[in-house]
């Protein structure tokens, strides 16, 4: 083969060239400009030249040497990202990079729980309007005409004062399920609630709330009570337990107030449950006879309990969240962090 050839089949190879490693690409190296490299060799023979060839085939050579060393300068450049001119199409076997997909938010989180725990033991799901009559909300549930519950100051009234309001709380689903179905009913009802109370770090004009009712023949206050303390070692571990407190509703009779053993100082004392070992999480009761006539269920044959806890204290028990306006901002860098609970319950 004469130098001219040569010179000819190696700018083909440096062109044709490919390396994914850097072994690779300092094989190239050594093989085209190394002490024995092919380029080398041919600047050797060139020394044998005839005088009148040298001028040209000089030249030629001379841009062979530069297109191999840039060759080489771009094959390193590119194996160090795994992609080669032989590799365009990507590394296949590089892990996929991770997309930032959207998170559920903690109240949806909580929610969810909360209603998969009492779907396990048989509860369906039932829903009512936000928008609320009076007798849905105030009146079936016994809520005397002067209660301070109905006041301006507490209700947001739709069309005046009266008629319509935004629900103050979910009870008001009870009052439609007992009227629309017969017993035994076994049922939750989650949702927003609303009340006109100024903005702060432990109140907002809306959250969350998730009542429950169970009406049967014999129903009663034991079955109340294993069923919430099967709730709070569901939510929050077989370490904690329950224990209540008379109280009062009208809807409820007798009613209590619900409390759990801190589940973060796990009843020692701490600021949560300011020393006191217990936090509260929902008011409860036997459904009053009344409530029970009120919706057309006969309250010598049948009885029921009901609760109703709000989803933010649960959340905030679970979650620690100092400041109930973090939940209607809407920061990534808050809702980010319960990135990982969406898909556990
Ligand atoms: N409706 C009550 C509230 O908003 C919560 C509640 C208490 C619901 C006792 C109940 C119950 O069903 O029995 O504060």
Redesign the pocket.
């Given at each position: 083969m004469s130098l001219t050839e040569r010179i000819a089949a190696l700018e083909e190879e440096v062109r044709t060239a490919a390396a994914r490693t850097a072994d690779e690409v300092e094989r190239f190296r050594v093989a085209m400009l190394g002490r024995n490299g092919s380029v080398t060799a041919l600047f050797e023979d060139f020394k044998q030249v005839a005088s009148d060839e040298k001028r040209a085939l000089g030249q030629r050579l001379n841009q062979l040497k530069q297109s191999a060393q840039a060759r080489w300068e771009e094959l390193k450049e590119n194996s160090g990202t795994g992609s080669t001119a032989a590799m365009d199409a990507g590394d296949p076997t590089r892990p996929a990079a991770i997309d930032a997909a959207g998170s559920l938010h903690p109240i949806t989180v909580v929610r969810q729980r909360i209603v998969d725990t009492f779907a396990r033991i048989g509860f369906t799901v039932s829903q009512g309007p936000e928008v609320e009559d009076d007798h849905h909300n105030f009146s079936a549930l016994n809520f005397p005409p002067d209660h301070p519950a109905r006041d301006m100051q507490d209700t947001f009234f739709v069309q005046g004062e009266g008629q319509f309001a935004l629900r103050?709380?979910?009870?008001s689903v009870?009052v439609r399920v007992m009227e629309g179905s017969k017993p035994p009913i076994r049922t939750i009802s989650p949702g927003r609630?609303y009340r006109n109370e100024a903005i702060s770090a432990r109140a907002h004009c809306m959250f969350h709330?998730v009542?429950?009712?169970y009406v049967d023949k014999g129903v009663s206050f034991a079955e109340l009570k294993g069923t919430l303390d099967y709730f709070a070692k569901t939510m929050f571990g077989p370490d904690v337990s329950i224990r209540m407190r008379p109280?009062y509703?009208p809807?409820?009779e007798p009613?209590a107030e619900v409390d759990m053993s801190c589940s973060i100082c796990g009843g020692s004392g701490c600021t949560v449950c300011k020393h006191s070992g217990w936090v509260e999480i929902?008011?409860?009761?036997m459904?009053d006879p009344a409530v029970l006539s009120n919706c057309t269920i006969d309250p010598e044959v049948y009885s029921g309990?009901?609760?109703?806890?709000?989803v933010e204290r649960i959340a905030q028990l679970l979650y620690r969240v100092p400041d109930l306006r973090l939940y209607w901002e809407n920061d990534v860098r808050f809702l980010e962090q319960f990135s990982a609970d969406a898909f556990r319950s």
């Open positions: 103050t709380h979910t009870s009870q609630v709330q009542e429950g009712l109280s509703f809807f409820t009613s929902m008011g409860c009761g459904v309990f009901a609760f109703g806890m709000g």
